[in-house]
């Protein structure tokens, strides 16, 4: 058993080490934005049969997959529309998304019913170990069936025999994981998305409808329509908006600055980050997250000090601050509406919101 910690130094060597133990058919432990897991080649019977014997009886339960993107994924599932806004919204990120599986893995990986479990941990390191080792590797927590949630490679280790212990081949120890639950599982085969385990994420997240706007104006409304049926007294809000550079993330901004009743001009903060202005019931930020650098500076920014009830966020460039919306939105009572805006055609968008 090896154990390496990740520093700024040794990264290739980590990569170019677990590829070799998962190309031999080893188990690997490996951090995750959740918790650590137990990873083998999802595509080795060999490999699958020692994962099975270190985590013990399972009842036929069956067990997740990790790939690094979703053009990964379709080689292993079929993704149908449900799935795809699902992967659009939130993955990388702590969500399962379960889809009728091609029968490529391991068949004790799928459920009875021939669906399969697959997840892309928003963990760089381990994302890019599966893109070298092209292939997908199981996801399932490092313990024993049933055990404690390991968020520390003692949590992990505690609960294994020396005989167990000596199955794994490598440990990539990042140190003690923050405690966030497992990744949230969901259903898709049937078409209205199903939740079969509760992680951060939650079920009003992963509703979402789909409008096709042919004009700026049109998008402004809908922003406009949107704050109105989304706001509530005593609440904070969030406008969580993803989309490429000129998708239309601004005029939604600009609608919901108009429902919210503010009569200056809503224009684009990118230059400063954040522009504020009030309204009535409180204050509406409009942030741009574009050249924040890190979430920390995000956090800096004092944005944990905006989500406060009465007052309205929209954020631009979610992407590159959901971990610090995470940390806020873990918080009961505040409502985030996801919305992603695509570019369709010079003046058509499709745009999904939740
Ligand atoms: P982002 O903030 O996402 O980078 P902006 O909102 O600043 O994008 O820019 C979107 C651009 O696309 C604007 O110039 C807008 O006039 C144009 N546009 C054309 N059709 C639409 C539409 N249906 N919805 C939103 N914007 C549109
Ligand atoms: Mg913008």
């Known amino acids: 058993m090896k154990i390496i910690k990740p520093s700024r130094k040794n990264k290739k060597l980590i990569i170019k080490t677990a590829v070799e133990k998962l190309r031999q058919g080893g188990l690997i432990v490996y951090p995750t934005e959740t918790c650590y897991g137990f990873g083998v080649d999802g595509l080795n019977s060999e490999a699958v049969d020692r994962l099975l014997k270190i985590k013990g009886f399972r009842k036929g339960k069956p067990i997740l997959i990790a790939v690094a993107d979703k053009k990964m994924a379709r080689k292993y599932v079929k993704i149908n529309k449900t799935a795809e806004n699902l992967y659009q919204n939130f993955l990388p990120g702590p969500l399962t998304v379960v ?21 892309i941990p928003d963990y760089p390191l381990v994302l890019e170990i599966i893109k070298k080792f092209n292939r997908p590797i199981t996801s399932t927590s490092a313990n024993t069936s049933g055990g404690n949630i390991p968020y520390s490679i003692k949590d992990a280790l505690s609960q294994l025999s020396e005989k167990k212990k000596k199955m794994i081949d490598l440990i990539i120890d990042a140190g003690r ?23 951060e994420i939650d079920f009003s997240q992963l509703k979402t409808k789909t409008v096709i706007t042919n004009s700026p104006e049109e998008t402004i409304n809908l922003g406009q329509e949107l704050v109105k049926k989304r706001l509530k007294k005593n609440q904070p809000l969030i406008f969580a908006l993803q989309g490429e550079l000129g998708a239309g993330k601004t005029q939604l901004a600009k609608g919901i600055g108009l429902g919210l009743g503010i009569k200056q001009t809503i224009t684009s903060p990118t230059f400063v980050i954040i522009k ?42 979610i992407q590159k601050s959901r971990k610090s919306l995470e940390k806020i939105i873990g918080r009961k009572n505040t409502t985030v509406v996801y919305i992603s805006v695509e570019h369709l055609s010079e003046n058509s968008r499709r745009i999904k919101f939740t």
């Not at 956090?299 to 460039?317: D, F, S, T, Y």
């Open 276 to 317: 504020e202005y009030p309204f009535s019931q409180g204050t509406f930020f409009h942030l741009d997250a574009w050249r924040v650098e890190s979430e920390e500076e995000l956090l800096k920014l004092g944005i944990e000090k905006m989500v406060q009830n009465n007052n309205v966020l929209a954020i631009e460039w």
């Open 177 to 199: 994981l923050p405690r966030r639950p497992p990744s949230s599982v969901v259903e898709t085969t049937p078409h209205e998305p199903i939740l079969l385990r509760q992680g």
């Open 99 to 119: 889809s009728q599986s091609l029968h490529k893995t391991d068949p004790r990986l799928e459920s009875k019913k021939g669906t399969l479990g697959i997840r």
